[in-house]
């Protein structure tokens, strides 16, 4: 859907088909708990927009993490990803940390 969402998740968000948790380019998520999937993408955004993802807990899935166009952020403040994290097009910002 249309971006410009705040999802904060300190509880468990599973899939075992699909994905996970799918928001608008353009929101920011910020999980403390856990976001995963079986087979497919845990955490997706859609769409143009700056996203940003701050991590300091678990994503898990075949692709961990699908950001849309846009200069998306990625702040790893603590936690992990498994699977695949794809960044998409634009001016993108990976911290470590």
């Given amino acids: 859907g249309a971006g410009g969402h705040l999802l904060s998740n300190l509880g468990t968000i ?38 940003v993802l701050v991590n300091r807990g678990t994503i898990s899935g075949r692709t961990g993490v699908q950001f849309g166009a846009g200069n998306d952020r990625l702040d790893m403040q603590a936690g992990s990803i498994s699977g695949g994290v794809l ?5 993108d910002v990976l911290v470590l940390g």
Avoid: H, P, W, Y
Avoid at 17 to 26: R, S
């Fill in 14 to 51: 599973s899939s075992v088909g699909g994905v996970a948790v799918q928001l608008g380019g353009g929101s920011r998520v910020e999980n403390a708990g856990s976001i995963s999937t079986g087979n497919t993408t845990a955490l997706q955004f859609v769409g143009a927009g700056d996203s």
């Fill in 87 to 91: 960044q998409g097009d634009g001016n």
